[in-house]
Nanobody, 121 residues
Framework: QVQLVESGGGLVQAGGSQRLSCTASGRTSSALAWFRQVSGKEREFVASISRNTGAIYYANSVKGRFTISKDNTKSAVYLQMNSLKPDDTAVYYC????????????????WGQGTSVTVSS
């Protein structure tokens, strides 16, 4: 199995930056991703990265502002968030799949507990 632990959430002013981290343990994943969810709304894909090819996907809402990266040696994935907006406020979840190469349409079998990001105006 795969265990995921997120960190780095907190309170940030609009226009500021925040960096999220996720460390994976257990079996090796083929892709890692970030999702976010606002209370009462559906979970939204943010970004993903494949382990071996490095292929990256971004949601249109974050493209140009967020950057996903990985460290295979540490089995870690990161999300650098710049130019943050109040609409970015959400609980951010790390996700992993061993069955696909990632992307917004893939299913993810493993999930972290989430880390909260609040962007104030």
């Amino acid at each position: 199995q795969v265990q995921l632990v997120e960190s780095g959430g907190g309170l940030v002013q609009a226009g500021g930056s925040q960096r999220l981290s996720c460390t994976a343990s257990g079996r090796t994943s083929s892709a890692l991703a970030w999702f976010r969810q606002v209370s009462g709304k559906e979970r939204e894909f943010v970004a993903s990265i494949s382990r071996n090819t490095g292929a990256i996907y971004y949601a249109n809402s974050v493209k140009g502002r967020f950057t996903i990266s990985k460290d295979n040696t540490k089995s870690a994935v990161y999300l650098q968030m710049n130019s943050l907006k109040p609409d970015d406020t959400a609980v951010y979840y790390c996700a992993a799949t061993r069955l696909s190469l990632g992307g917004p349409k893939s299913s993810y079998e493993y999930w972290g507990q989430g880390t909260s990001v609040t962007v104030s105006s």
